[in-house]
């Protein structure tokens, strides 16, 4: 069974800082590229961080500079650390698994539960 468990949302305020971490299980982690995605009310969910299975990494323009993201293959973990926030940086963040390897012509694709993250002013 695959699990994608996120942690460390909160609540802080414009400016503060807060680490996401995502810890999957059921996978060959190192097999995977991992993404953070974000869904604000009324939005539609997007991505804002992603890492290759190799360490490459790529940011959305909005959080260039303030988001880093960086894995631990051997703990398969994937982090989002989150530094000088605003209030438009406010959604539910969501952790993703997105498959290198080919299988049958499609890509294992998995989502975790979602964590918040409000920033107040």
């Known amino acids: 069974q695959v699990q994608l468990v996120e942690s460390g949302g909160g609540s802080v305020q414009v400016g503060g800082s807060l680490r996401l971490s995502c810890v999957a299980s059921g996978i060959i982690f190192s097999q995977y590229a991992m993404n953070w995605y974000r869904q604000a009310p009324g939005k539609q969910r997007e991505l804002v961080a992603a890492i290759t299975n190799a360490g490459s990494t790529a940011y959305a323009d909005s959080v260039k500079g303030r988001l880093t993201i960086s894995r631990d293959n051997a703990k398969s973990t994937v982090s989002l650390q989150m530094n000088s926030l605003k209030p438009e940086d406010t959604a539910v963040y969501y952790c993703?698994?997105?498959?290198?390897?080919?299988?049958?012509?499609?890509?294992?694709?998995?989502w975790g539960q979602g964590t918040q993250v409000t920033v107040s002013s």
């Open positions: 993703n698994a997105f498959s290198s390897i080919i299988i049958a012509g499609s890509r294992n694709n998995y």
